[in-house]
């Protein structure tokens, strides 16, 4: 494969919309963005724009490929000339060949092969195929169990687009990527062809979370339940019952361990966190009215005097506003 009258004619920077002096790492977060807001699988999705995009990190997203590009870009546009390995600008015009390049010519020979192979023999040289990537969303029971779906990737043997099937694993997690052997660009010249890089989104769940291998969840429990102590059932990830023995006097965000019961991966298993959250009623009978009050005669507030204080009779000028007060 030789240099491409693209490079004379595109600037890649422009169309990924860094600086030409722009760092790896910016260049990197500046397709990703590009590719997550154009992939054909999105709201926003265009095939074009996208093939564009891939086509650009193509080049400048290889340390080696956007250094020739600099170097072809900065010696002006030029067409192929005749020659094996070179460049010309047409009848009449100058002919640069890759032995005349010095340091860059070994450059454009180890990308695009100089037309001859070890030992002087003709024959372009191997050259590994780029790697590619691509993104999947997919829900959050699919990260947790594992599936089988289908992304789409440019095709750079026909230039449009192509579905590749991927086996998500159990466990994975939003933002991590999947290395698909093989599925990248051919290679040139007898080479090997490059991986497919998959970046999964994941979309949250309505109930579970997530740490790590564990999965987490929060229920709800009634006052007297958290003072008296209950048996409360919930269901884990796969709708199977769940008994949790709370204790007297459980406080409001006491989290409890569930064994094995979250993410197998080839790791290990997690367990499941259930944290308790206090409900508070907003609306009650006149027997629970009734009920509280007695309760709250008979309560003796624990904890001193030190950061809270009772008035048996306290005057309405004292009385500070408990939804503004601050001291």
């Known amino acids: 494969m030789g240099p491409r009258r693209e490079w004379f004619e595109t600037d890649y920077y422009a169309v990924l ?3 030409p002096d722009a760092s790896e790492k910016e260049v990197t977060k500046a397709y990703r963005k590009l590719a997550r807001k154009h992939h054909p699988d999105s709201s926003d ?4 724009r996208f093939k564009q995009i891939s086509a650009a990190y193509d080049v400048i997203g290889d340390t080696t490929k956007r250094t020739a590009y600099d170097e072809a870009r900065r010696m002006g ?22 032995e005349d390049l010095g340091d860059l010519g070994g450059i454009f020979g180890t990308l695009f092969g100089d037309g001859r192979g070890r030992g002087g ?11 590619l990537e691509t993104r999947v969303g997919i829900s959050f029971r699919d990260a947790v169990s594992g599936a089988v779906t289908e992304v789409v990737a440019p095709d750079s043997a026909s230039g449009g687009m192509r579905k590749v099937k991927v086996r998500i694993p159990a466990g994975v997690d939003d933002g991590d990527r999947i ?9 040139s010249g007898g080479g090997p062809s490059g991986d497919l890089f998959v970046l999964v989104d994941v979309t949250p769940d309505a109930d579970f979370g997530r740490d790590g291998r564990n999965l987490t969840l929060s229920v709800p429990i009634t006052f007297p339940e958290a003072v008296l102590g209950a048996d409360v059932k919930v269901l884990d990830f796969d709708g199977n019952p769940v008994t949790l023995r709370i204790p007297q006097g459980t406080p409001s ?20 966190l259930v944290s ?3 409900v508070v009623p907003t609306k009650l009978s006149s027997a629970e009215q009734a009920a509280i009050e007695a309760l709250g005669d008979v309560t003796d507030f624990e904890g001193g005097t030190s950061r809270r204080q009772r008035y048996a009779s306290p005057e309405p000028a004292t009385l ?4 503004g007060a601050t001291t």
């Open 17 to 19: 919309g860094v600086s």
């Open 45 to 48: 999705g265009d095939e074009a």
């Open 77 to 98: 546009p030029a067409g192929f000339g005749p020659q094996t390995g070179g460049f010309a600008s047409g009848p009449g015009g100058f002919s640069i060949r890759v």
């Open 121 to 131: 023999r003709a024959g372009p040289m191997p050259m590994r195929g780029q790697d």
């Open 179 to 187: 290395r698909l052997a093989g599925k990248g660009s051919p290679g």
């Open 253 to 272: 965000g006491k989290t409890f361990r569930v064994r094995g019961r979250g993410i197998a991966t080839r790791r290990g298993t997690g367990n499941l």
């Open 276 to 278: 308790v959250e206090i």
């Open 320 to 323: 500070a506003d408990a939804a």
